[in-house]
């Protein structure tokens, strides 16, 4: 079962991140992608816990920090894409569609969520809200029988590779964790889920690999 926490609730509609803040649009109507590689920041610790002392909105603190500092026009187009909630820690290059670290200064868990971006859509979040059916495969029951909560976290993505495809599609495999009912849970294991994609960049949705057993 998926477990729903209200933290990634603006998620539940869907597993991506696009529309008219995302992207601009460039010639022919192309989009051009909100985050890249100049659009990792270091977030300024001290003023922005200065600026939540008075103002405790996330969104707003983020905004107007980067706004009065400056900041590269990569760095706040991709914080508006993300809500002002977040912005991006790393990025690493993997060709048509690359991989970044994104961090959520407020909340409590799942501070830092990998996004797959430069892609259609531009943004692909690994917060999943409707994840792959687990129970076929068979390491399940016996995982089951020993954590009776047995839940896929849709959060807390850890990449493990990417891989290419024939077609020269890509693949990115992540480990979810599936813990025993709660976030400070016993870790029963991972499932392997692919997010894939085409040439074109174009999103194919997750596909679930297989499950692993905590040692």
Not at 107 to 127: I, K, M
Not at 131 to 157: M, N, S, V
Not at 169 to 177: E, G, I, M, T, V
Request: hydrophobic share 40%; aromatic share 8%; proline share 12%.
């Amino acid at each position: 079962m998926i477990l729903p926490t209200p933290w990634f609730a603006p998620l539940l509609a869907m597993l991506v991140l696009a529309g008219p803040t995302s992207a601009a649009q460039g010639p022919g109507g192309s989009a051009t992608p909100p985050c890249g590689p100049r659009s990792v920041w270091t977030l300024p610790r001290d003023i922005f816990s200065a600026c939540l002392e008075t103002n405790p909105d996330a969104s707003i603190c983020l905004l107007r920090i980067m706004e009065q500092r400056g900041v590269p026009h990569q760095v706040l187009a991709c914080a508006k894409a993300l809500e002002g909630e977040a912005f991006i820690t790393d990025f690493r290059p993997m060709g048509r569609v690359s991989l970044a670290t994104a961090e959520y200064p407020l909340r409590a868990n799942t501070n830092w969520v990998p996004f797959l971006v430069g892609g259609n859509p531009p943004l692909v979040s690994t917060e999943l809200a409707d994840a792959p059916d687990i129970a076929g495969d068979p390491a399940y029951p016996a995982l089951k029988q020993r954590y009776p909560d047995l839940t896929l976290w849709p959060g807390d993505a850890e990449f493990r590779t990417m891989e290419r495809l024939p077609d020269n599609r890509q693949r990115f495999l992540f480990a979810y964790p599936l813990r025993d009912g709660c976030h400070a849970c016993a870790l029963a294991g991972h499932a392997l889920i692919a997010l894939d994609f085409d040439a074109s960049g174009a999103y194919l949705g997750p596909r679930f690999i297989r499950l692993e057993r905590s040692p």
